[in-house]
Nanobody
């Protein structure tokens, strides 16, 4: 079992930045690949960014490439999502997920955090 707790969400104006964190506890964090997903009101949960267990490989959804950066610190058991140039469409609940397989699907077996709300509004 891996317990994940997200933090850092909030209300931010378009064009500004926000940094999300996900703290992990339980099983060995460095054994898991990590990802961020988001779910906007009335929409499905979708993949945003992923990082492999060592931190050497990252993947991003096209909608956030060049604006968001995922990183991890295995010594601190944390994964972060730096979000720059935020847009109205980035408004969603953001979830982190831990998976054993390097496949970042919503239905890939893994562990989810409870989510943190990000609202982009002027």
């Amino acid at each position: 079992q891996v317990q994940l707790v997200e933090s850092g969400g909030g209300l931010v104006q378009p064009g500004k930045s926000l940094r999300l964190s996900c703290a992990a506890s339980g099983r060995t964090f460095s054994n898991y690949h990590m990802a961020w997903f988001r779910q906007a009101p009335g929409k499905e949960r979708i993949f945003v960014a992923g990082i492999n267990s060592s931190g050497g490989t990252t993947n991003y959804a096209d909608s956030v490439k060049g604006r968001f950066t995922i990183a991890r610190d295995n010594a601190k058991n944390t994964v972060t999502l730096q979000m720059n140039s935020l847009e109205l469409e980035d408004t969603a609940v953001y979830y982190c997920k831990a998976v054993k397989l390097y496949h970042f699907g919503v239905n890939t077996p893994g562990f989810w955090g409870q989510g943190t709300q990000v609202t982009v509004s002027s």
